[in-house]
C-alpha cells in the first residue's frame, strides 16, 4: 500500500479531518521547545476514542507502519519526536480528552490520556482532593505522557512518582488489541501486575488510554522555610531528622548552592535573599497537612530549633504569608532559567541514594573542576528524592560554543560517577532517543536482555516508537 | 541425569547437608498449615548464597527439573507446596537471612530473601525506624515470601502493599543469570521497571534473592477507638471524612458486623464489648503520627464528634491506654478465628472500589442468604482498602460437612458478584494453585496470553513453580 492509500484508510478510520498531512498542520507535532529534534512525518492521526486508537494501530501493525504515540509534547529526550528518516507517524492522544469518573469517597479519578495535567489538577480540586502530581509543563503535558514516562516533578518527596498514583490502565496493544485494566482497587494478587511495564514504557509497549488514578486530601495548612547551611552533609542530617519526625507532613526538601542563589539575584526578576548573611547552601523546606489540627509552624519550628542547636542549621527564614513562601519557591524554579544568562551550561539528570549526595557532590565538582578549570557548578534539586538537577555553567568569559561542545565529555565524566554511587543517569526525564546510547553503557547486557523479550513479546513487529529506551 | 545423579550433583553444589532427601527432613517443607496440600518432592535444596541459588537453578533449567521456591512456608493458596506427582524439588531460600545494609538516614535497608519479617521490623526499630509490613504470620513468613506474593496486611492503608515498599531486588532467573536490580534510588527512570514483574510473580517468573526496602519513622503517639454505627454506607461517610481530614495519619479503619463481636464475646478469651448497648457494625479506627506534635487524640475527638453530630456515629470508645487499644484490636485480629467455633465457614478473600463496599456487602449478604437459608454471613475488614474477607458461617445447628461441601457453590455465586463489581478474587493471598482455574474465568483471554508470554519470555522451559498463577 501507498502512503496516500494508508492516509485514506486512516481517514475512513478516524475521519479525514484527524488525518493531518499539511505541513503547516503537522509543525506543532515535530518541533520540541529545546529544539535538539526536528521531526518529520507522513501524516499526525488524532483518533478520538479508544476504539480510533485500536483501529489505528491494527492497520499500522498489519502494515509494518512505524507509529509515535504523543501527548502534549513536552517530553526531553525525544521520545514522541518523529524521526528525521520521515517515516515513523505520529498518532496524537490530544482528543482523547475526557474525565470519565470522579470518585472523591474512594478517593480515585479516571480519566483519558489527553487530559491535560492542570485539568486534571483542578478536577480534583473541585471535589476537595488532591492530585499531586505538578510539572513545570503541567499546562500543556497530557496525563497519557506523564505515566508513559513516569514524571516525577515536586510533589515525589510525599506523593511518590506518577506510578505510585495508578490504580489502572487502559491500554491499546500494538497489533490494536485493547487491555482494560482500568481497576480502582487499592488490593490485587490476581497474577502479574502488568500496568508497571506500560508506566515508564515510553510508548514502547503500547498506548496508554486511560487511567485511574488516586486522590489525596487537600492539603489544608503549609508553611515554608528557607535555610541557610554550611555544607550538603548538614542539608542530609537535616533532611534525616525532618522526615524522622515529619514523615508524610513532610512535602519538600529542596538543595540549593550559593551561587545559584547569586545567579537568581542577579537575573530573576523580584528575586531577594531571604537570609540577612551569605551561607554556602541552602534549602527550601516545605510541611503541609491536610488537616487544620496539625500544628504545622510549631513542628517547623522544633525541628530547626533543634536543628540550630545542633550546629546544622546557620540561619532561617520562616515565610509569613502565601506570598512569601511563593516568594521562596520562586527562587527554586527560577534556578535553572538563570543559569541561561550566565552563558553555557552542561546538564545532568542524575539520581543516587538519598545518603550518597553528599559524597556524590564532592566527587562530581570535583571532577567537572579538573575537567574545566573555572567552570562554575549549580548543582539543586530534590535532595528528599536523591534527584539532583547537576548543572555546571561555563567559566566566566569562556567561549560558549566552545564549553557547550565538551558537554558529552562532561556528561561520561558526571555518570560515570554517578554509576559508582549506583545511581541513575536519567531520574525524571527517561531515556526516549537522546540517552538510548547511554543505557546501554550503564545496563548490564542481562537486564537490556531482559528488556528486549519484553519488547518483543509485546510488541513483535516493533511498530510502536521504535528506536527509544531499546 | 538420575534422580540420585542430580542429588549428588546439587551436594556438590550447595553442599550434601543442604539437600534434604530423608522424608523426616523433607517434612516440615511439605505441609501448609490450612492442610489444603500435602506435598511430595524428591529433595529439598537449602542453598546458602545467591551464588548457589544461581547453580542450582543452572542445573535444573539444562536438566529439566522443576524448582517450587519456598521461602517461611505460610502462603494460604499451595504456590509454595510441590505437586502430588512428586516431581518437584523444593528450593528454600531460608539461609539467605543476612541483612546486608540499613540506612537510616537514606530511610533503606537492604535484606536477603529469608530474612523472617519480624526480624526485619526489629531490625528497622533498632535504627528508630519503621518497617510498616505487619501479617498475622510475621514470626515465621520470609521476606522473600512477601514480595514475591506482593503480601498486604493491616498497614495497607497508610504504607501500601509490599509492592509499595519496594526500592531494588536481586533475582536469580530460571536459567541462573543473576539479575543485580539492588537500587535504593526514589527516581530512576532507565527503561522498564522489572522489579514489578517479580513483585506478585509468585516466584513463576524468578526466585528473588535479596531487596533493598524502604522505611518510614517510627510512630511516636497513636489513639485508637471503637465505634458502633448502623450501616457501611455511615462507615464509609466517616472513612471518606476521617481521610479528608487526617490523611496519612489514618492508619487504621477495619470494620466489623455485630455477629462478628457476638461470636468473640462468646468464643474470644478476654473480649468485652467496648460499647454499652449493641449495634449493627462496628469501626476500628486508628490514627498514628511519627511526631509527638501531632494532637492525635484531639483529630481522633474531633472527627468523630463532627461525625456524631452528622448521625454517622452511633457511639464510639476511646482507647485510653496501650492496653485498652490492644483489646480493640484483640477483638479485630479474633474475629477469623473465633468463627471456627460456630461451625463451618466458607471463606472469601476479595476486594471491591473503596466506595462500592456497602454495595458489594448488600448483593452479597443477600445472595448467600438466598442460596443457604439461615447461614451467617460475618463479613469483616480492611474498609480502606476495599478489603473484606467475606465470610460466611453455616446455619445453627446444620449439618458442618454438607454446608462446606457447598464451598465452590458459594465462591462462585460471591466472586460472580465481585466480578460485577469489578472487584478481586484474590485481594491479598495470591493465586498459586488454589484460584489458578479461577483466574481464567475473571481474567479476560488478552491479560492471560500477556501474562503467559510474559512468562516465556522469562521462563521459557516452565521450570520455576510451573502450574502456578497460569
Same mark, same amino acid.
Given at each position: 500500500?501507498?502512503?496516500?492509500?494508508?492516509?485514506?484508510?486512516?481517514?475512513?478510520?478516524?475521519?479525514?479531518?484527524?488525518?493531518?498531512?499539511?505541513?503547516?498542520?503537522?509543525?506543532?507535532?515535530?518541533?520540541?521547545?529545546?529544539?535538539?529534534?526536528?521531526?518529520?512525518?507522513?501524516?499526525?492521526?488524532?483518533?478520538?476514542?479508544?476504539?480510533?486508537?485500536?483501529?489505528?494501530?491494527?492497520?499500522?501493525?498489519?502494515?509494518?507502519?512505524?507509529?509515535?504515540?504523543?501527548?502534549?509534547?513536552?517530553?526531553?529526550?525525544?521520545?514522541?519526536?518523529?524521526?528525521?528518516?520521515?517515516?515513523?507517524?505520529?498518532?496524537?492522544?490530544?482528543?482523547?480528552?475526557?474525565?470519565?469518573?470522579?470518585?472523591?469517597?474512594?478517593?480515585?479519578?479516571?480519566?483519558?490520556?489527553?487530559?491535560?495535567?492542570?485539568?486534571?489538577?483542578?478536577?480534583?480540586?473541585?471535589?476537595?482532593?488532591?492530585?499531586?502530581?505538578?510539572?513545570?509543563?503541567?499546562?500543556?503535558?497530557?496525563?497519557?505522557?506523564?505515566?508513559?514516562?513516569?514524571?516525577?516533578?515536586?510533589?515525589?518527596?510525599?506523593?511518590?512518582?506518577?506510578?505510585?498514583?495508578?490504580?489502572? $490502565?487502559?491500554?491499546?496493544?500494538?497489533?490494536?488489541?485493547?487491555?482494560?485494566?482500568?481497576?480502582?482497587?487499592?488490593?490485587?494478587?490476581?497474577?502479574?501486575?502488568?500496568?508497571?511495564?506500560?508506566?515508564?514504557?515510553?510508548?514502547?509497549?503500547?498506548?496508554?488510554?486511560?487511567?485511574?488514578?488516586?486522590?489525596?486530601?487537600?492539603?489544608?495548612?503549609?508553611?515554608?522555610?528557607?535555610?541557610?547551611? /554550611?555544607?550538603?552533609?548538614?542539608? $542530609?542530617?537535616?533532611? /534525616?531528622?525532618?522526615?524522622?519526625?515529619?514523615?508524610?507532613?513532610?512535602?519538600?526538601?529542596?538543595?540549593?548552592?550559593?551561587?545559584? $542563589?547569586?545567579?537568581?539575584?542577579?537575573?530573576?526578576?523580584?528575586?531577594?535573599?531571604?537570609?540577612?548573611?551569605?551561607?554556602?547552601?541552602?534549602?527550601?523546606?516545605?510541611? /503541609?497537612?491536610?488537616?487544620?489540627?496539625?500544628?504545622?509552624?510549631?513542628?517547623?519550628?522544633?525541628?530547626?530549633?533543634?536543628?540550630?542547636?545542633?550546629?546544622?542549621?546557620?540561619?532561617?527564614?520562616?515565610?509569613?504569608?502565601?506570598?512569601?513562601?511563593?516568594?521562596?519557591?520562586?527562587?527554586?524554579?527560577?534556578?535553572?532559567?538563570?543559569?541561561?544568562?550566565?552563558?553555557?551550561?552542561?546538564?545532568h539528570d542524575v539520581s543516587v541514594p538519598v545518603a550518597s549526595i553528599?559524597a556524590f557532590l564532592?566527587r562530581a565538582?570535583?571532577?567537572?573542576?579538573?575537567?574545566?578549570?573555572?567552570?562554575?557548578?549549580?548543582?539543586?534539586g530534590?535532595?528528599?528524592d536523591g534527584n539532583i538537577?547537576f548543572?555546571?555553567?561555563?567559566?566566566?568569559?569562556?567561549?560558549?560554543?566552545?564549553?557547550?561542545?565538551?558537554?558529552?565529555?562532561?556528561?561520561?565524566?558526571v555518570h560515570g560517577i554517578v554509576h559508582e554511587f549506583n545511581g541513575s543517569i536519567s531520574a525524571?526525564?527517561?531515556?526516549?532517543?537522546?540517552?538510548?546510547?547511554?543505557?546501554?553503557?550503564v545496563k /548490564?547486557?542481562?537486564?537490556?536482555?531482559?528488556?528486549?523479550?519484553?519488547?518483543?513479546?509485546?510488541?513483535?513487529?516493533?511498530?510502536?516508537?521504535?528506536?527509544?529506551?531499546?
Amino acid at each position: 500500500m501507498a502512503e496516500l492509500d494508508h492516509a485514506a484508510r486512516f481517514a475512513e478510520l478516524i475521519g479525514a479531518a484527524n488525518v493531518l498531512t499539511a505541513a503547516s498542520d503537522k509543525a506543532p507535532y515535530l518541533v520540541e521547545w529545546r529544539d535538539l529534534y526536528q521531526g518529520v512525518t507522513p501524516m499526525v492521526l488524532r483518533p478520538g476514542t479508544v476504539e480510533e486508537v485500536s483501529a489505528v494501530l491494527k492497520h499500522a501493525d498489519a502494515n509494518g507502519l512505524k507509529i509515535v504515540p504523543q501527548g502534549g509534547n513536552t517530553g526531553l529526550v525525544g521520545g514522541q519526536i518523529p524521526k528525521e528518516s520521515g517515516d515513523e507517524i505520529v498518532l496524537s492522544l490530544a482528543r482523547l480528552n475526557r474525565v470519565r469518573d470522579v470518585d472523591p469517597q474512594g478517593f480515585t479519578i479516571t480519566v483519558e490520556a489527553g487530559v491535560v495535567l492542570e485539568t486534571l489538577q483542578r478536577e480534583a480540586d473541585a471535589v476537595d482532593r488532591l492530585f499531586p502530581l505538578a510539572l513545570g509543563s503541567q499546562g500543556s503535558c497530557q496525563i497519557g505522557g506523564n505515566l508513559s514516562t513516569n514524571a516525577g516533578g515536586t510533589a515525589v518527596l510525599a506523593y511518590g512518582n506518577s506510578r505510585d498514583l495508578v490504580l489502572g $490502565l487502559e491500554v491499546v496493544l500494538a497489533n490494536g488489541d485493547v487491555w482494560n485494566g482500568l481497576r480502582a482497587l487499592r488490593k490485587d494478587n490476581t497474577g502479574y501486575d502488568l500496568k508497571h511495564m506500560f508506566i515508564g514504557g515510553e510508548g514502547t509497549l503500547g498506548v496508554i488510554t486511560a487511567a485511574t488514578l488516586k486522590l489525596f486530601p487537600k492539603p489544608k495548612k503549609l508553611e515554608v522555610a528557607f535555610i541557610g547551611l /554550611s555544607s550538603p552533609e548538614a542539608a $542530609l542530617e537535616l533532611f /534525616s531528622t525532618a522526615k524522622a519526625q515529619a514523615g508524610p507532613i513532610l512535602t519538600g526538601f529542596e538543595i540549593m548552592p550559593r551561587i545559584g $542563589l547569586e545567579f537568581c539575584l542577579r537575573h530573576l526578576p523580584g528575586a531577594r535573599d531571604p537570609l540577612a548573611g551569605p551561607h554556602p547552601w541552602y534549602v527550601l523546606m516545605e510541611l /503541609s497537612s491536610g488537616t487544620e489540627a496539625f500544628p504545622v509552624r510549631d513542628l517547623l519550628e522544633a525541628i530547626l530549633g533543634e536543628a540550630y542547636e545542633k550546629g546544622l542549621v546557620e540561619d532561617a527564614a520562616f515565610a509569613e504569608s502565601m506570598a512569601q513562601a511563593q516568594d521562596f519557591w520562586h527562587i527554586r524554579h527560577g534556578m535553572s532559567e538563570v543559569q541561561r544568562a550566565e552563558g553555557g551550561s552542561i546538564k545532568h539528570d542524575v539520581s543516587v541514594p538519598v545518603a550518597s549526595i553528599p559524597a556524590f557532590l564532592a566527587r562530581a565538582i570535583a571532577a567537572v573542576e579538573a575537567m574545566v578549570p573555572g567552570c562554575r557548578p549549580v548543582p539543586f534539586g530534590h535532595l528528599g528524592d536523591g534527584n539532583i538537577h547537576f548543572n555546571v555553567s561555563q567559566p566566566v568569559g569562556a567561549d560558549k560554543e566552545a564549553y557547550i561542545a565538551r558537554w558529552d565529555e562532561m556528561n561520561a565524566l558526571v555518570h560515570g560517577i554517578v554509576h559508582e554511587f549506583n545511581g541513575s543517569i536519567s531520574a525524571e526525564h527517561g531515556i526516549g532517543r537522546l540517552k538510548r546510547d547511554l543505557l546501554r553503557e550503564v545496563k /548490564s547486557p542481562l537486564e537490556l536482555d531482559l528488556m528486549q523479550r519484553i519488547k518483543s513479546a509485546f510488541d513483535p513487529n516493533n511498530t510502536l516508537n521504535p528506536g527509544r529506551v531499546l
